[in-house]
């Protein structure tokens, strides 16, 4: 049964840092690209940032230069270190994992994160 948990939400001030994780089991994680989504009341799941199996990063637009999205491959987890963070960042944070191959996208249940002005 592939299980993924985000942590590490919370309530921070505009300009504060927060970091999420995103522990996985049920699959070979090394063999998964992995990303880091949110979606803000009333808005569709957008892409934040994402992981391929060998390292390489995208980011949206909207988070460059502000957030940075890793993988620890020997302890199963993704992370999203959040920096320099804005009201506009509030939503739910949600990590998925999809096989470099392809198919399915797995999700975690989502974690709040909230920004203070």
């Known amino acids: 049964q592939v299980q993924l948990v985000e942590s590490g939400g919370g309530l921070v001030q505009a300009g504060g840092s927060l970091r999420l994780s995103c522990a996985a089991s049920?699959?070979?994680?090394?063999?998964?690209?992995l990303g880091w989504y949110r979606q803000a009341p009333g808005k569709q799941r957008e892409s934040v940032a994402s992981i391929t199996a060998v390292g390489s990063t995208y980011y949206a637009d909207s988070v460059k230069g502000r957030f940075t999205i890793s993988r620890d491959d020997g302890k199963n987890t993704v992370y999203l270190q959040m920096n320099s963070l804005k009201p506009d960042d509030t939503a739910v944070y949600y990590c998925?994992?999809?096989?470099?191959?392809?198919?399915?996208?797995?999700w975690g249940q989502g974690t709040q994160v909230t920004v203070s002005s």
């Open positions: 049920g699959i070979i994680f090394r063999a998964y690209a």
């Open positions: 998925g994992a999809t096989h470099s191959f392809g198919g399915r996208t797995y």
